[in-house]
Every structure is written in structure tokens, then in C-alpha cells.
């Protein structure tokens, strides 16, 4: 995957210490990793480097807004999203990024990309069941909703019915077993 030159942070020319560096990510970035579950995103991400004499020190931290559709009344909505992850970019023989928040790039790198875990931090912040805040307070008015609580009830009155009562095209299947 081709790498996304705002994410590529040259840490050569600088000195000891901590530096900070300022994102704005959109549906651009997502579009980028052809990620299509968000109709807008709006995100603020903060990165604070922490240079070392052996290693990088790494502090993302991030927050702002996604647009994404509600698992329940399929309405969109604007869905918070915050977090933060902390790695580790140490330098070894060649790059490895099997462990979770340690990164080993090769001896003489003068430079790091951080686009995938600036990725993966922001997808794994959305809750995993979306659900409009209109659905949770009862405020959303939506056809779907409508439709959902007229099948409720339907099922509801079905039920209700006397338990002995059995539906009558089961009666004419019972009857084929006893005509043997």
C-alpha cells in the first residue's frame, strides 16, 4: 500500500526530546485503506515523539466525529470517537511489526509512517453495535422504527393466544402422520 507522505514523520534532524505533530484526518485517509463505513469523519489526532538516544516513544492521541449508519434504523448520525495508543519504534536488522505496540525498523532509518496505526487506533474506537441516540432516548422518528414496533406488537398479540390453540395447517400435517 502506497504511504501517505503526512503520516511519514522524518525523526533524523531532530533533536533529544519531545516533539509534537498535528493530524486532521477525513474520509480522504479512509478512502485511502478503501474503508467505506463512515459517510464523513472529522478527527483531530495528536502525536507526541519522544526522542531517545536507542529508541522513539510514540503517544497518539486522537478525537473528533465519524458519520456512520445505525444498526438499528439504518439513519445516519454522528458518532464520537477518542482514544489513544502508545508504541515503541525501536531499530533491529529489518523492519517488524508483529508485536502490538513495539515497531523494530532497520538500522540507519531516518524516517517512520505511522498511517496504519493511526488507522487501526480510529477503527477499533467505534463501538462495535452503532446505535443512533435518537433510537436509545425514543426521539428518533423513523419509518423503519415505525415498522419495527407494528411487527413487535403483531408478535406480541400472536403470542398472547390461547397456548392449547394450535394453527390449523399443522392439524392437517398431524392428521398425514396418523393416516399411515
Same mark, same amino acid.
Given at each position: ?33 478503501? *474503508? ?40 445516519? *448520525? ?40 493511526? *488507522? ?61
Amino acid at each position: 500500500m502506497e504511504e501517505l507522505k503526512e503520516f511519514t514523520i522524518s525523526f533524523a534532524g531532530l533533536k533529544l526530546g519531545e516533539h509534537r505533530f498535528d493530524f486532521d484526518i477525513d474520509n480522504s485517509f479512509f478512502a485511502h485503506f478503501e *474503508y467505506k463505513e463512515f459517510n464523513e469523519a472529522s478527527i483531530k489526532a495528536d502525536l507526541l515523539l519522544v526522542k531517545k538516544a536507542t529508541l522513539l516513544e510514540l503517544n497518539l492521541d486522537f478525537k473528533g466525529t465519524v458519520n456512520v449508519a445505525c444498526d438499528v434504523s439504518n439513519e445516519p *448520525y454522528n458518532q464520537e470517537v477518542s482514544g489513544s495508543y502508545r508504541f515503541v519504534v525501536k531499530f533491529g536488522d529489518e523492519f517488524d511489526d508483529s508485536e502490538e505496540d513495539i515497531i523494530i525498523i532497520p538500522h540507519g532509518s531516518h524516517q517512520i509512517n505511522i498511517q496504519q496505526q493511526v *488507522y487501526e487506533s480510529i477503527v477499533l474506537s467505534i463501538p462495535q453495535k452503532r446505535i443512533h441516540p435518537g433510537v436509545e432516548d425514543g426521539t428518533l422518528d423513523s419509518e423503519i422504527l415505525k415498522k419495527l414496533e407494528e411487527l413487535q406488537l403483531n408478535a406480541n398479540e400472536h403470542s398472547k393466544s390461547d397456548p392449547d390453540e394450535t394453527d390449523p395447517r399443522w392439524d392437517e400435517l398431524k392428521k398425514l402422520l396418523t393416516d399411515k
